[in-house]
């Protein structure tokens, strides 16, 4: 077969269990990362599900008659299938820390609110703007894998394979919100609106997380947050999610084809594989306009 450029969408259905047992150590023992993970997946099946709907509601404006629909749905498909499997994978966190339904009760509601007083297309900048987020922090974890690689577990799988997918996607909800005629206002605001609340709900639940697992003030997790703020990865992450605000911002800009070759021939995550369909993703260069 051919091989496929990063731009092609491949909708896989992998399969993966989730222990509840190894829910606060899975990340090499840390609490604190695999808590920091956790915490992240909790935002995910409500955030995936607002995205895809988000796009869907732009079908009627100017879809018609071009090859951009087949990229949208390989897109949905996509993150439907990560929403349902952290949904899978937060089931086994929530197993003793009821923090996590409360947590979720709380997204519905907040998501369901930011969706009813939004338009169309300021929708579509909030999926672009944290589609810039989950395709950075895919970035930061697949270039520096080792840690979740000597993870045997399901849930660093889990990261594995969302990354991948990340950055075969990580450009189409901004090309389509340029489609509609989005501007640099929303989608530079979009990012404050969406980035600013997530840290401090994710920190909130991190911590809540510790609480109930009684690690809050182990010595090791200070360590571990320690080395967290020091590490390059996390600056060099956060110089790229600043980029998000430049006048010509393009997430294709960073040529990621090496990297997403690297990890579709990833053996573990090949041995999960039930199906795979690449979705031929149309020549985008005539679509593309900075704003
Ligand atoms: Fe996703
Ligand atoms: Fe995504």
Not at 127 to 137: D, F, K, Y
Not at 153 to 175: M, Q, V, Y
Not at 223 to 232: E, N, R
Request: glycine share 6%.
């Amino acid at each position: 077969m051919a091989e496929k450029s990063a731009h092609t969408i491949v909708v896989r259905a992998i399969r993966l269990d989730f222990d509840p047992a190894e829910a606060g150590v899975w990340h090499n023992g840390s609490a604190l990362y695999s808590h920091m993970f956790n915490s992240l997946s909790a935002f995910l099946p409500r955030g995936e599900a607002f995205f895809v709907r988000a796009v869907h509601a732009t079908a009627d404006i100017g879809l018609a008659g071009t090859a951009f629909g087949a990229e949208l749905d390989a897109f949905s498909r996509q993150e439907m299938a990560h929403g349902r499997q952290h949904a899978r994978c937060n089931q086994a966190i929530t197993v003793g820390r009821p923090i996590m339904t409360q947590f979720d009760r709380y997204l519905a509601r907040a998501f369901d609110l930011v969706y009813r007083l939004s338009s169309k297309r300021m929708r579509l900048a909030y999926t672009m703007a944290v589609e810039h987020l989950t395709s950075t922090l895919a970035r930061v974890l697949l270039s520096r894998p080792e840690r979740l690689t000597q993870s045997k577990s399901d849930f660093a799988l889990l990261w594995l394979w969302h990354g991948l997918e990340e950055l075969e996607h990580k450009s189409t909800a901004c090309i389509r919100y340029r489609q509609i005629g989005g501007g640099y206002i929303g989608r530079a605001s979009a990012m404050l609106v969406m980035g600013l609340p997530f840290l401090f709900e994710w920190s909130f639940l991190v911590v809540g997380l510790l609480a109930y697992d009684k690690m809050l003030w182990r010595r090791h997790v200070f360590k571990d947050a320690l080395a967290f703020w020091i590490s390059p990865s996390l600056w060099k992450g956060l110089g790229e999610v600043i980029q998000y605000f430049s006048f010509g911002f393009d997430p294709d800009a960073r040529d990621d084809s090496e990297m997403v070759a690297v990890w579709r021939r990833y053996p573990a995550l090949l041995e999960r594989l039930e199906r795979a369909q690449p979705t031929a993703v149309a020549k985008r260069a005539h679509l593309k306009h900075a704003a």
